[in-house]
């Protein structure tokens, strides 16, 4: 079996009255990301995870944030594009496992779907989709509230 690993990080601005996207779902928040897309940053790493796994460049690279192509795109679709782009170089998602960072709100509640949402686009099932959040203590931008960061990593299968 040919198996291929790959990881991923974004980051994203935080700002009061802007819709907050995570996981493929709109979860109720004061503040959302600042983005060319909707932002949706544990999605961007995946697609970074994934581009990294297949040696394929980064997210950037195929979606650029300069193209009007991408404004305010549903980061689903940017998921879904990534996950054919690997399919047609022979590869399967075998697992994932991400890690988001934020202070609030709490999205204990909404792990289950994104993990449902994400699923359904790989070809997969939940149970190979590890979603995971944490706070980090109050500390840097993210414990100010200022921003969210995602972490993924992804193993591939050829
Ligand atoms: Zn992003």
């Known amino acids: ?5 790959g990881q991923g990080i974004d980051f994203h601005r935080l700002e009061k009255g802007l819709d907050l996207w995570l996981g493929g779902i709109l979860i109720p928040s004061e503040k959302g990301c600042v983005a060319h897309s909707d932002g949706d940053v544990l999605l961007h790493a995946i697609c970074d995870a994934m581009f ?5 460049g ?3 690279q195929h979606f650029p944030d300069t193209s009007n192509e ?8 940017l998921l879904k594009r990534t996950y ?3 399919k047609g170089k022979g590869f399967s998602v075998v697992n994932i496992d991400s890690t988001i960072c934020l202070e609030k709100p709490k999205i204990a509640g909404y792990i289950e779907d994104m993990r449902s949402v994400i699923s359904g686009i790989l070809e997969t099932v939940p149970e190979n989709i590890s979603v995971k959040a944490t706070t980090t203590e109050k500390l840097g931008f993210t414990g100010r509230e200022e921003g ?7 193993l591939l299968r050829k």
Request: avoid cysteine; aromatic fraction near 4%.
């Open 1 to 5: 079996m040919n198996l291929s690993t």
């Open 52 to 56: 990294g796994a297949a040696a394929l």
């Open 58 to 60: 980064d997210l950037g």
């Open 70 to 77: 991408f404004k305010g795109i549903d980061s689903k679709i």
């Open 84 to 86: 054919e782009l690997i």
């Open 148 to 154: 969210i960061i995602a972490l993924a990593s992804v």
